[in-house]
């Protein structure tokens, strides 16, 4: 692995500054042509605008050799002779009304079209502010060059056009080649110039951006060999940094399911260990005595199989309350159960509860009392999930109360946002040391082989699913107080 990082890093730079400089080379390519044929246009279109005028201007020369509206080919000859050898880069041709060349002045006198388009014509004559325009070229058919064009009018009559083509086939030739040695050597100056500037920036910059990947390939390689511990240095706040972050935060995340994991692990096996374990008394306390009556029941005394079948009742009932219970905290941590909150008065609630319970203590002697505040709002939770909260803490303490003990159901009223409910009694107390587990499961605390250890499990659980929390405090030999807190319900 750490042979393999370096090269990754090193493929990375070398395929994303690969795309870099194909990009840059075909980006100078496009802005070398571009320069190029803005350059030839605008030439082309300054030499057009600056010699607009000189067919006009040529009507002036052309019309004393005009009468009666039939032009003298001779003088106009003449003429346009006279014009190449003052100007010999343009061609002139005198057009009739329908575009039939009449006469013409060009180099070496080959003109091979009879007819020159006059659409072109018509357009420049139409549009003085016009772009650049091209028309026919005599000399070679099927290309195009700028002109100069004016109408040649005897009274109203026209008599046909003066059609100049400014620049004869080898100036073309030697101004573009002029023009395009220099602009491309400016361009190919400056562009190469530029070029060797972005590729060194561009460079620096890739290798300054790719370099970062090399802790974060690194930190990834560790997480993945089993080091969960790893994490990605960060000290910017640039985008691949932000990977490093969300690294940080899925490796933080993953730690902490594994933890979880292990967590249900090791509950899963404490689980099958005290399941099994409390399974197994109730069931070979039925096993055995159920055995003995059917071996030796016609030996064994009446009084006594009734005293045998008592037995049994009570491990069945207790077998049955300790599935109940595992059953019903193993659909609370799976949250299979949700509460269902609603509005109802927890005073009403305390009341129905305190009165069955009366019943039940004074058998042992245990009064069971309320201290209720005065106008108590109404809550907002699940009804059925806190009169089993109640329950639990009201058998807890019935269990560990004597004869001449007490139990105080309180509801306080103090604080504007919640209302708490205390379950206090004057038994035997918990031990400091004990406060800590009494709400893990299976923790009895004290010898009680009626206990399941999962009524304090099944309140903490509902408690939290309430967004609240169960809190204790005891004194040992002086009694133990368990409160809660609910939210009080909106008022409408």
């Known amino acids: 692995m750490q042979i393999a990082r370096p090269k990754i890093?090193?493929?990375?730079?070398?395929?994303?500054?690969?795309?870099?400089?194909?990009?840059?080379?075909?980006?100078?390519?496009?802005?070398?042509?571009?320069?190029?044929?803005?350059?030839?246009?605008?030439?082309?279109?300054?030499?057009?605008?600056?010699?607009?005028?000189?067919?006009?201007?040529?009507?002036?020369?052309?019309?004393?050799?005009?009468?009666?509206?039939?032009?003298?080919?001779?003088?106009?000859?003449?003429?346009?002779?006279?014009?190449?050898?003052?100007?010999?880069?343009?061609?002139?041709?005198l057009l009739n009304p329908e575009g039939k060349i009449l006469q013409y002045v060009a180099p070496d006198k080959v003109v091979q079209l009879e007819h020159v388009n006059l659409t072109p014509v018509k357009s420049f004559l139409a549009d003085p502010e016009h772009s650049i325009i091209y028309g026919d070229d005599p000399r070679n058919p099927g290309e195009y060059k700028t002109f100069s064009a004016a109408r040649v009018v005897n009274g109203d009559q026209l008599t046909g056009y003066i059609y100049i083509v400014l620049a004869s086939q080898e100036y073309v030739s030697a101004s573009q080649a002029v023009l395009g040695s220099y602009i491309l050597g400016l361009s190919i100056r400056s562009v190469i110039t530029i070029l060797i500037i972005s590729a060194l920036v561009g460079l620096w910059a890739i290798w300054m951006i790719t370099r970062k990947l090399n802790p974060i390939i690194e930190g990834i390689s560790t997480f993945r060999e089993g080091n969960l511990s790893k994490r990605i240095e960060v000290k910017n706040e640039g985008e691949l940094d932000r990977i490093g972050l969300v690294f940080n935060e899925m490796a933080d995340t993953i730690e902490q399911n594994i933890q979880e994991l292990k967590g249900v692990d090791n509950l899963r096996r404490e689980l099958i260990s005290n399941v099994s374990h409390d399974l197994r008394t109730p069931v070979a306390s039925i096993q055995g005595y159920a055995e003995t009556l059917l071996l030796k029941k016609e030996t064994i005394q009446p009084q006594e199989q009734e005293k045998y079948l008592e037995v049994i009742y009570k491990s069945c009932g207790r077998l049955k309350k300790l599935v109940e219970d595992l059953f019903e905290l193993s659909k609370l941590e799976a949250h299979q159960v949700k509460p269902q909150p609603e509005p109802f008065s927890i005073?009403?609630?305390?009341?129905?509860?305190?009165?069955?319970?009366?019943?039940?203590?004074?058998?042992?002697?245990?009064?069971?009392?309320?201290?209720?505040?005065?106008?108590?709002?109404?809550?907002?939770?699940?009804?059925?999930?806190?009169?089993?909260?109640?329950?639990?803490?009201?058998?807890?303490?019935?269990?560990?109360?004597?004869?001449?003990?007490?139990?105080?159901?309180?509801?306080?009223?103090?604080?504007?946002?919640?209302?708490?409910v205390r379950v206090a009694d004057s038994g035997q107390g918990i031990k400091q040391e004990d406060l800590e587990h009494v709400f893990q499961r299976y923790y009895k605390g004290r010898e009680d082989r009626q206990s399941t250890g999962l009524g304090l499990a099944i309140v903490k659980k509902i408690i939290e699913l309430h967004q609240s929390s169960i809190r204790v405090y005891s004194q040992l030999g002086k009694g133990t107080t368990f409160s809660f807190d609910l939210p009080i319900a909106n008022r409408a």
């Open 9 to 93: 890093f090193n493929r990375l730079y070398m395929q994303v500054s690969a795309i870099f400089l194909l990009v840059l080379f075909l980006f100078t390519a496009i802005v070398l042509y571009i320069s190029v044929e803005s350059a030839r246009s605008y030439s082309v279109e300054v030499n057009q605008r600056l010699n607009s005028e000189l067919a006009q201007n040529t009507i002036a020369m052309i019309n004393p050799f005009i009468k009666d509206g039939i032009i003298s080919e001779e003088g106009v000859k003449d003429l346009m002779h006279s014009m190449m050898v003052i100007n010999p880069i343009v061609e002139v041709y």
């Open 347 to 420: 005073a009403e609630l305390v009341y129905d509860i305190a009165n069955k319970y009366r019943i039940i203590s004074q058998k042992k002697g245990i009064s069971v009392n309320t201290v209720i505040a005065k106008e108590v709002p109404l809550v907002e939770a699940d009804i059925s999930m806190i009169d089993r909260v109640l329950q639990n803490l009201i058998d807890n303490a019935v269990k560990y109360c004597r004869e001449g003990d007490t139990i105080n159901i309180e509801i306080d009223t103090k604080n504007p946002q919640t209302v708490e």
